[in-house]
């Protein structure tokens, strides 16, 4: 008998799994993408105009004038998207789209690795039906690439049960170094990934594998300070950081008397000088009056894990032309026509949907982080670490925001598949499973 010349294999599970996943990530996503209309806001406006330079062939620029004021990585990616297609406001949602796409695929392989099947498709479900998340895909925000790679690095990892390959790790180094340059905050993580990494059994590679995680990391940023160095006079990831930390870490002013802090983007001097004198006072008030420093503490906590309807009236704000700081205009709910307007005051009107999905989601996911480490699960130490990291380094050193959260969202989402897989399973009286829970 003849063998046929073309066989045709049928996709693997894993294929067909991250396909679903991938699809109901779109759907979710897609009518928020096609009916409100849209608008830059705020680091989105940044974001996109020097993207939109970078494509230009006139580098990391904006108004005119080399910047380094947000990282590069994320306008560095744009760029290249918009130097094929042109920049425009679709591109960007387009490339939302694809990009919580792959953070879902990503995600349930990671959760596949902690605890099978079950496990990754529910993790996937839940970051694709998310709706707390659903609503970033409006904007240019760079989590949107700085999650699949942070999903790299804890995939790269965590691909052996003792210490990665060195090879493995190398790669990992990479991702993260690019990670860093998608968002600054992420600078401390080779340091304490690598720590972690010396953790690891045996103990005569995991000194290895760290020293090439800190090294390579630090090689792929090393070339984007040294141009900061000779073009912008100053070796920075960004020069945004005085900024950031002088919004709370400052006395406050009496009630009546609070003055507007504006971006120092007119030129590349202005950003240089305003990030060196606001990190200084920043750093001052820290020193000098620690206790009210600390005292602010639980408040940017509280707020840096709390819902608030931001995302939703941010669909409501526009801005156009060349300056990032001019134009903005609000548009009433009300006044918001056709389908987008319903899914906004839909929105609007069941705040109690995101805010049930929002604290449930935390509060049984981080017993589901903590159950997960004591039953050694994989991957479930290097999650936890990495969520606690950016709380306590969010709440002691920047401003409680909710949407700093959703950088480390997608991992929780890991455990918590694991502990609703289990609990599926002895609810079903599934033996097999249960004895795997128990032992």
């Given at each position: ?245 002088y919004l709370t870490d400052r006395p406050w002013p009496p009630h009546g008397k ?16 305003q990030n060196l004198h606001l990190t200084h006072l920043a750093e001052s008030y ?128 890991v455990p918590l598949a694991w502990m609703l897989a289990r609990g599926l399973a ?14």
């Amino acid at each position: 008998m003849r063998r046929p010349l073309l066989t045709v294999r049928r996709p693997s599970g894993v294929a067909v799994d991250i396909s679903v996943g991938a699809a109901v990530s779109v759907l979710v996503r897609l009518p928020w993408v096609i009916f409100v209309r849209h608008g830059l806001v705020w680091d989105s406006t940044y974001y996109f105009y020097s993207a939109k330079s970078i494509a230009a062939g006139h580098g990391y620029a904006i108004n005119g004038h080399p910047t380094a004021f947000l990282p590069v990585g994320w306008p560095a990616f744009l760029g290249g998207v918009f130097a094929l297609t042109g920049p425009s406001i679709w591109t960007v949602l387009v490339v939302n789209l694809l990009l919580w796409a792959v953070i879902t695929a990503l995600v349930y392989l990671l959760a596949r690795r902690v605890g099978g099947r079950a496990t990754g498709l529910i993790a996937a479900l839940i970051v694709a039906t998310s709706p707390t998340l659903t609503l970033y895909v409006l904007r240019a925000y760079s989590e949107a690439l700085f999650i699949p790679l942070l999903l790299l690095v804890c995939l790269l990892l965590t691909a052996e049960r003792g210490t990665p390959k060195l090879r493995t790790t190398a790669l990992a180094g990479v991702c993260l170094g690019f990670a860093i340059l998608v968002r600054s905050t992420a600078t401390p993580l080779p340091v304490i990934l690598s720590l972690w990494l010396l953790l690891r059994r045996p103990m005569r590679e995991s000194w290895r594998a760290a020293l090439a995680l800190c090294a390579v990391s630090a090689a792929v940023v090393a070339p984007w300070i040294l141009r900061n160095e000779l073009v912008m006079h100053a070796p920075v990831l960004s020069t945004n950081g005085g900024f950031t930390l002088y919004l709370t870490d400052r006395p406050w002013p009496p009630h009546g008397k609070h003055t507007v802090l504006m971006w120092a983007i007119a030129s590349a001097r202005d950003e240089v000088q305003q990030n060196l004198h606001l990190t200084h006072l920043a750093e001052s008030y820290m020193l000098h009056d620690t206790s009210k420093w600390l005292e602010a503490v639980p408040g940017k906590f509280i707020n840096l894990m709390s819902w608030a309807p931001a995302p939703i009236l941010t669909a409501l704000h526009f801005q156009h032309g060349p300056h990032p700081l001019l134009g903005a205009t609000f548009t009433p709910p009300a006044s918001v026509p056709g389908p987008g307007g319903t899914l906004i005051r839909g929105g609007l009107d069941n705040t109690w949907i995101f805010r049930v999905w929002h604290y449930a989601f935390w509060t049984v996911g981080g017993v589901a982080m903590l159950l997960a480490l004591w039953r050694r699960k994989q991957a479930a130490g290097l999650i936890l670490l990495l969520v606690l990291f950016w709380i306590v380094f969010h709440s002691v050193f920047f401003f409680g925001d909710a949407r700093f959260m959703i950088s480390v969202t997608p991992l929780v989402a890991v455990p918590l598949a694991w502990m609703l897989a289990r609990g599926l399973a002895m609810f079903r009286g599934d033996t097999e499973e249960l004895s795997a829970y128990l032992n």
